[in-house]
């Protein structure tokens, strides 16, 4: 929800209110399957989609997702950590070799091999340079908001 909030402040200027309850609102904040399967179903008129926003916004990505473990457990429990992140980068690369499996649970819930595969093909699991400025431009961005009291460091295992 916070990038929407620094979207819709930064970006459009607009002060929004949010609401936790399901009832009829002009507009909803969906992720994951709900946001997949509303936007493949048309259920709604406009559909707009936050890390295309952010890009165009800042021309960076923006990373929606980080695996983060505390320094003190990662130093007292270095070589089980060490291996879990090597399990991690392994499922990272190895992923878009068994979309087969995952296309079968999907098109249970109703999407087509089409619309799955087109999903797919454009999440990135990356962490490049550019992501960790947008990473940091993110954390800027949430200070400015209020939603930060100040930029996290980064700092990486690997």
């Known amino acids: 929800m916070v ?19 399901n009832n009829d609102t002009e507009a909803k904040v969906l992720i994951g399957d709900k946001a997949l399967f509303s936007t493949y179903n048309g259920d709604w008129e406009y559909v707009y989609d936050l890390g295309t926003l952010w890009r165009e916004f800042t021309g960076l990505p923006f990373v929606f997702a980080l695996w983060i473990v505390r320094k003190e457990t990662a130093q007292e429990h270095y070589s089980e950590v060490a291996e879990f992140t090597r399990t991690l980068i392994d499922i990272k690369n190895d992923s878009k070799k068994n979309l087969a499996a995952l296309l079968d649970h999907y098109q249970f819930k109703g ?4 619309q799955i595969i087109d999903y797919w093909e454009i999440i ?10 947008g990473l940091l431009k993110y954390f800027s961005f949430a200070v400015k908001i209020g939603r930060l009291k100040k930029i996290p460091a980064l700092e990486f295992f690997i």
Request: charged share 25%.
């Open 3 to 21: 990038l929407f909030e620094i979207l819709m402040r930064e970006k459009f200027g607009i002060k929004h209110t949010f609401t936790t309850e």
């Open 111 to 114: 999407l087509s091999s089409y």
């Open 124 to 133: 990135n699991y990356e962490l490049s340079e550019s992501h960790i400025q």
